[in-house]
C-alpha cells in the first residue's frame, strides 16, 4: 500500500502517519526500513532502479511478516484507526481497568 492509500485509510489530510499508527504498525514499519537499510549496506546498490529493488525487498521482509501474524491472531493488524481513536481505545481501557 503506498503512503496516500494508507493515509487514506486512516482518513488522514495533513496528519503525519507514523502519529496515527498501532504499535503494530510502527514495529512493522520499522522492520522493513531496517531491513532496507542492512540489505543495501550489504549489498551496496548504484543508483535507482538498484536501490528500488532493494527496499522492495525490504518491504517484502516486513510484508511476509504482517501476513504471518495476521495468521496467527486472525485478523488484520493495518487499521483505519487514527490516533483519535487509538488514544480513545487505550482510554477506555484504563477506565475498564479501573473498575
Known amino acids: ?3 496516500r492509500q494508507y493515509k487514506n485509510l486512516k482518513g488522514l ?4 502517519l507514523r502519529d496515527n499508527m498501532s504499535d503494530t504498525e510502527l514495529v512493522l514499519t520499522m522492520l522493513a526500513e531496517t531491513a532496507t537499510r542492512d540489505i543495501s549496506k550489504s549489498e551496496n546498490p548504484n ?5 528500488r529493488k532493494v527496499a522492495t525487498r525490504g518491504g517484502k521482509i516486513a510484508g511476509n511478516a504482517r501476513k504471518e501474524l495476521e495468521s496467527e491472531i486472525g485478523e ?4 483505519p484507526k ?3 481513536e487509538l488514544g480513545l481505545l ?3 481501557l484504563i477506565e475498564e481497568g479501573k473498575s
Open 1 to 3: 500500500m503506498t503512503t
Open 13 to 16: 489530510k495533513k496528519e503525519n
Open 47 to 51: 543508483g535507482f532502479n538498484e536501490s
Open 76 to 79: 488484520p493488524v493495518i487499521t
Open 82 to 84: 487514527n490516533a483519535s
Open 90 to 92: 487505550v482510554r477506555e
